[in-house]
């Protein structure tokens, strides 16, 4: 079946931009989170939600940092007035209910902020 | 101190050999253990899960030992395949808090 998608698979854009990236979790899946991952580092957790309930932010680096999940499903991740040291690998994964060890992840996006 | 700390490495062993890694953790509440492996440019994947009595898992073993907040992961009879970065992943147990903390990962590079 089909996994975690996410689009674009790279993206380029300049210093002051503003970026979305989208993650299409795998069907059923209630729970949904967001990652970032710099060159050689771990994951740094930005967003997670479940279900209905109101999202659990706390990983956010600023205020320029969004998301949103329509429909429990599709998120959007948006950037604000980007900056060089948003470059990184974005990573969405997905879980079926609640806290579940088994995390998938999609491909992830890659940001490079010029 | 970072929450969870691994050893970069990176750990280079020939094929056949047996290697292991540790990770320990900061929140003595932490309540789940995982190792995740991670190709390179590729995404996480959960290996296994770590369980306080032990548990393996063909070639590889993992093992919790929760007073001295570490996690270990053996691998036996290394594969070239098993070259990649080992993720040290941790549940917090916060409430409100319920995604996993990684660790930057141990490269293992396995050599003919």
């Known amino acids: 079946g089909a996994g975690v998608s996410q689009s674009p698979s790279n993206k380029v854009t300049e210093k002051g931009k503003d970026v979305e990236l989208r993650c299409d979790p795998i069907?059923?899946?209630?729970?949904l989170y967001w990652y970032r991952q710099s060159l050689g580092q771990g994951l740094e957790f930005l967003i997670y939600?479940?279900?209905?309930?109101?999202?659990?932010k706390s990983g956010l680096p600023s205020d320029r940092f969004s998301a949103e999940r329509t429909g429990g499903s599709v998120s959007t991740l948006t950037i604000q007035r980007t900056q060089q040291e948003d470059s990184a690998v974005y990573l969405c994964?997905?879980?079926?209910?609640?806290?579940?060890?088994?995390?998938?992840f999609g491909p992830g996006t890659r940001l490079t902020v010029t | 101190r970072k929450e969870v700390e691994q050893d970069p490495g990176p750990f280079n062993v020939p094929e056949g050999a047996t290697v292991a890694f540790n990770c320990t953790y900061s929140n003595s509440a932490s309540q789940s253990f995982f190792w995740y492996r991670q190709d390179c440019r590729k995404e996480p994947k959960l290996l296994m899960s770590?369980?306080?009595s032990g548990n393996e898992d063909g070639r590889f073993t993992a093992q919790l030992n929760r007073a001295s907040q570490y996690i270990s992961l053996l691998i036996r009879d290394s594969k070239l395949s098993d070259s990649a970065t080992y993720l040290c992943v941790v549940n917090k147990g916060d409430t409100g808090r319920r995604a996993l903390t990684f660790g930057s990962g141990t490269r293992l590079q396995v050599q003919p």
């Open positions: 939600f479940q279900g209905n309930s109101a999202p659990d």
């Open positions: 994964a997905s879980s079926l209910a609640g806290f579940m060890p088994e995390q998938y």
């Open positions: 069907s059923g899946h209630t729970a």
């Open positions: 770590v369980y306080s």
